[in-house]
Every structure is written in structure tokens, then in C-alpha cells.
T-cell receptor, first 113, second 115 residues
Framework: AQSVTQLDSHVSVSEGTPVLLRCNYS??????LFWYVQHPNKGLQLLLK??????LVKGINGFEAEFKKSETSFHLTKPSAHMSDAAEYFC???????????FGAGTRLFVKA | EAGVVQSPRYKIIEKKQPVAFWCNPI?????LYWYLQNLGQGPELLIR????????DSQLPKDRFSAERLKGVDSTLKIQPAELGDSAVYLC?????????????FGPGTRLTVL
């Protein structure tokens, strides 16, 4: 069985400060992990993915995430928030055995000027 | 290159009426997904196709929902009859093939309101 938990439903930061969106997962198989972003009235867009290569993954728009197997975590970070980062972020897990795609409940990021 | 196309973007119907959603995946993508996204929640998989074969429909409520992917390209998702609780966004996605680490590309979704 597999699952994904996004630990914060809402995160609020000031522009120019760091962003941390937390994600924990469980998987019976070697997982692939993704972060997607959803802006209002737009489709989901891939930010980055982990597929058992480097544990530190760099994505678009300055985002990165680190896969920590011992902590079963895949937290998303960005050094400096921009107003355009305000959106809903989803952590996603799939696995190579059975191929199930599970989305987290999402974290809404607010960026204050 | 065109992305995943969905239509209509919005649909308002009365309960017990039928409704259908259409999806055209990215050219060359063999795998197609339909998701349901309720307000404030993450998408939940309804059905996954490999070419024209439904390989995972375990979460599809088969008493009222049906889907097809004729010729392994376009797909249609139908609800008959619709219920109030079906109000949600229906997302279509496609990926190159059935490999877990392949990126899924999402369409803009169809927002369904059942009155």
C-alpha cells in the first residue's frame, strides 16, 4: 500500500523569504515522487520528480526537493519566494509495482508582499 | 506542441441528467488518465488506459460512470445519471507510456456543477 501526506494545508510566507512545503510518503515498493503546481483555473504542471537517481532534485522556477528514505520525506523548498509562486502544490507518489498514482491533499502557498 | 485538450471547460446540469466529457491527449502518448478533483483536495484516479485498454478502473463507480477510449487516442467519460455529489473538476492527463516515473501532462479540466 502507499500513501502521501502533506503536512500543511496552508503555508504563508513573505516575498523574498524561503519556502518549505512538507511531504511524507509510504510505499511498499521503490517510489517515484513528484511535485506538481496548480495555479487557479490552470492545469497541473510538473515542478520536479525523483526517480531513484540523485536524492536532491532540482526543478523549474528555482524549486528543489530532497528525497530522504530514512525519513520517508520529499520536502519542497525554494530559497526566495516570489509573488507568482502563490498556488496549490501537490506531492505525488507512484511505484513500480502495481503502478498506482496517489496525490496528496495539497498545500496552498500564500506569498505576502 | 499542443497539450492535453479537454472539453467542455464548464458544464452545469440538473441532477439525474447525463453528461459527457471529452479528452484529446498529447500526440503519441499511449497512457491516458481520468481524475476527479473535489474542492480543496488532490486529484483521485478514476481510470487509466493503456492504448484502448482500461488497465485500472478499480476506482470508477461503474453503476453511473463509464469511459471509453476508441482507437487508443481520444477518450470520453460519461456520467448517467448525475448526482449532486458529482460536482467537481474532472481532469484528463496523458503520459508517454505506462512507466511510473513518466511525467503526466494534465489538461485544464472540466468543472461540473450538478444542480
Amino acid at each position: 500500500a502507499q500513501s502521501v501526506t502533506q503536512l500543511d494545508s496552508h503555508v504563508s510566507v513573505s516575498e523574498g523569504t524561503p519556502v518549505l512545503l512538507r511531504c511524507n510518503y509510504s510505499s511498499s515498493y521503490s517510489p517515484s515522487l513528484f511535485w506538481y503546481v496548480q495555479h487557479p483555473n490552470k492545469g497541473l504542471q510538473l515542478l520536479l520528480k525523483y526517480t531513484s537517481a540523485a536524492t536532491l532534485v532540482k526543478g523549474i522556477n528555482g524549486f528543489e526537493a530532497e528525497f530522504k528514505k530514512s525519513e520517508t520525506s520529499f520536502h519542497l523548498t525554494k530559497p526566495s519566494a516570489h509573488m507568482s509562486d502563490a498556488a496549490e502544490y501537490f506531492c505525488v507518489v507512484t511505484n513500480t509495482g502495481g503502478f498506482k498514482t496517489i496525490f496528496g491533499a495539497g498545500t496552498r502557498l500564500f506569498v505576502k508582499a | 506542441e499542443a497539450g492535453v485538450v479537454q472539453s467542455p471547460r464548464y458544464k452545469i446540469i440538473e441532477k439525474k441528467q447525463p453528461v459527457a466529457f471529452w479528452c484529446n491527449p498529447i500526440s503519441g502518448h499511449n497512457t491516458l488518465y481520468w481524475y476527479l478533483q473535489n474542492l480543496g483536495q488532490g486529484p483521485e484516479l478514476l481510470i487509466r488506459y493503456e492504448n484502448e485498454e482500461a488497465v485500472d478502473d478499480s476506482q470508477l463507480p461503474k453503476d453511473r460512470f463509464s469511459a471509453e477510449r476508441l482507437k487508443g487516442v481520444d477518450s470520453t467519460l460519461k456520467i448517467q445519471p448525475a448526482e449532486l455529489g458529482d460536482s467537481a473538476v474532472y481532469l484528463c492527463a496523458s503520459s508517454l507510456d505506462d512507466v511510473s516515473y513518466n511525467e503526466q501532462f494534465f489538461g485544464p479540466g472540466t468543472r461540473l456543477t450538478v444542480l
